[in-house]
C-alpha cells in the first residue's frame, strides 16, 4: 500500500525559508514520479513541483527561483527547500506519486499524502 506523509511545515515570515520533506512507504522512489501541489482555503489545488525518476525537475512559474525540489532514494524521501517565502505561499502542501503525465494537474496523481500548513506572515 502506497502511504505518503509529509513534514516540515509551520509559520514563518515572508522572506524566510522552510524545508518540506515526504516519506513515501510502498512505492520505490526510484522509479516514482513524485510532485508537490498546494491548496489555499477557497482555492483549488494547484501544482508546485515535481521531480521525476530520473531526477528531472519542474516547476510552477509562481515559484520557479524559490523553490528546490530534491529526492533522497536511498531514505525514499522527496524535499522541496522553500525560499523567499511569500504571504501568497500560504497553503497545505500535499505530496503525491503520479504517473508522469500530466505533470501540473491534480488528474496527473494517484496517491496523496495528508499535507502539511505552510503559513507565512507579512
Known amino acids: 500500500q502506497v502511504r505518503l506523509v509529509e513534514s516540515g511545515g509551520g509559520l514563518v515570515q515572508a522572506g524566510g525559508s522552510l524545508r518540506l520533506s515526504c516519506a513515501l512507504s510502498?512505492?520505490?522512489?526510484?522509479?516514482?514520479?513524485m510532485g508537490w501541489f498546494r491548496q489555499a482555503p477557497g482555492k483549488e489545488r494547484e501544482f508546485v513541483s515535481a521531480?521525476?525518476?530520473?531526477?528531472?525537475?519542474y516547476y510552477a512559474d509562481s515559484v520557479k527561483g524559490r523553490c528546490a525540489i530534491s529526492k533522497d532514494n536511498a531514505k525514499n524521501m522527496v524535499n522541496l527547500q522553500m525560499y523567499n517565502l511569500k504571504p501568497e505561499d500560504t497553503a497545505v502542501y500535499y505530496c503525491?506519486?503520479?504517473?508522469?503525465?500530466?505533470?501540473?494537474?491534480?488528474?496527473?496523481?494517484?496517491?496523496w499524502g495528508q499535507g502539511t500548513q505552510v503559513t507565512v506572515s507579512s
Open positions: 510502498g512505492r520505490t522512489l526510484s522509479t516514482a514520479f
Open positions: 521531480i521525476s525518476w530520473t531526477g528531472r525537475t
Open positions: 503525491a506519486v503520479g504517473r508522469g503525465s500530466d505533470i501540473g494537474e491534480v488528474k496527473g496523481y494517484d496517491y
